[in-house]
């Protein structure tokens, strides 16, 4: 039996414990703010927060995050989502939008740890995060507008 | 609604695509190959070349791409046995963890995992509790095995080891380890730690000498 908290709730899962955590947090969890990509950490359209660091979940088995806090896009919060909702808005980021949730919790969770990052820190921290519309230049744009917009 | 479910099957399945065009083929394992013993090195009577020759033994291990993959000569680890940049890009920041928001945990866990739902030729995701790369400093890759040797001896490029703490990385670290424990899917590197650590420990006894470079 695997515990766990998922968006501040506590769930318990009794499957294989070789289970994705994405596959439990859409299938069973019904979230589906998370995306399927390619299922092997290539893409990063899967990126939820596992106690609080960005983590790829299409290759986290359940097993593995017993004890653990997860946070996915549905239930991210806080002063640096406020920033990245609002900037991605302003931007009009997404095209398609598919990979945009694995964008966001990955922007999210750089602006937690560097608050103003530089154009090289946003590459390294985004670069595993592909967008086949390439808005990779509004991603950048809006990561700028969100820390900006916090130091106010 | 259905121009919607449409295209974002087609987005999924290109994203699908793009991602498997950056998979390099995963290598399946092979005969994991074999050390000669140390004591086998015996027969060769001069201490100098008995020491170079055990020395080229277990060059078997750390010229192998388990190993040399993770001491790069430039900032970004390399992948597989074709030693390509590791896909996703990714690069050594601090400590060798990674960039921040895009540190090695983002994706490597504290063991192998397996993969499961997809191609056979991806088995696994390789772990290890302390799952880095190895300093600048400590570069192998394209360097000759006299070079590593040489590299070895040399504490301002061996993490300031004496040879006794050398002997005692190569054969117990749990990181140097992984290489003979790389998960489904991945070649390990050839014997086991405990003949490996054999071999480095009657290389320095012989005096560590080195193959030319």
């Known amino acids: 039996m695997v515990t766990f908290t998922l968006n501040g709730k506590e769930r318990t899962f009794d499957g294989d414990p070789d289970t994705p955590l994405l596959w439990v947090i859409r299938d069973l969890e019904k979230l589906t703010g998370t995306k399927y990509g390619c299922g092997v950490a290539q893409c990063g359209a899967c990126t939820v ?6 983590r790829r979940s299409c290759i986290t088995p359940i097993a593995m995050i017993d004890g653990s806090d997860v946070v996915t896009i549905e239930g991210i919060s806080g002063k640096e989502a406020e920033a990245v909702q609002t900037a991605w808005a302003g931007l009009d980021v997404p095209q398609c939008g ?17 608050p103003k990052p530089t154009d090289d820190e946003i590459d390294g921290a985004m670069t595993g ?5 390439a808005t990779y230049h509004r991603i950048r744009a809006a990561i700028h507008n969100a820390a900006n917009s916090m130091e106010g | 609604m259905k121009i919607t479910l449409l295209i974002t099957g ?6 699908i695509v793009g991602a498997g065009i950056l998979l390099a083929p995963a290598s399946v394992a092979q005969n994991a190959g074999s050390l000669r013993p140390a004591e086998s090195f015996q027969s060769i009577p001069d201490t100098r070349a008995r020491s170079v020759a055990l020395f080229e033994e277990a060059g078997k291990v750390i010229q192998h791409p388990r190993c040399v993959n993770c001491h790069p000569a430039t900032e970004r680890p390399l992948q597989g ?39 056979d030729t991806l088995k696994s995701i390789p772990g290890n509790p302390a799952w880095h790369l190895a300093p600048i400093e400590m570069a192998w890759e394209g360097k000759t095995l006299g070079q590593i040797c040489e590299q070895l001896k040399d504490p301002k490029r061996n993490g300031e080891k004496t040879m006794a703490e050398m002997v005692e990385h190569m054969a117990h670290d749990e990181l140097v380890g992984w290489g003979w424990q790389p998960g489904e899917g991945r070649e390990p590197v050839p014997g086991t730690q405990d003949e490996f650590g054999k ?15």
């Open chain 2, 81 to 119: 046995m074709s030693m390509h940049p590791h896909q996703p890009p990714v690069f050594r920041g601090d400590a060798g963890m990674g960039l921040v928001g895009m540190q090695c945990n983002t994706c490597h866990s504290e063991q192998n995992t397996p993969v499961v739902g997809q191609a």
């Open chain 1, 129 to 133: 995060n592909l967008c086949r519309c």
């Open chain 2, 10 to 15: 087609i987005v999924a399945n290109c994203l």
């Open chain 1, 98 to 114: 598919y990979c945009q949730s694995g964008q966001i919790m990955s922007a999210v969770a750089l602006l937690q740890m560097l």
């Open chain 1, 49 to 54: 927060h596992l106690d609080g660091m960005p």
């Open chain 2, 199 to 213: 071999l480095i420990q009657a290389w320095v006894d012989t005096g560590a000498a080195c193959p030319s470079p």
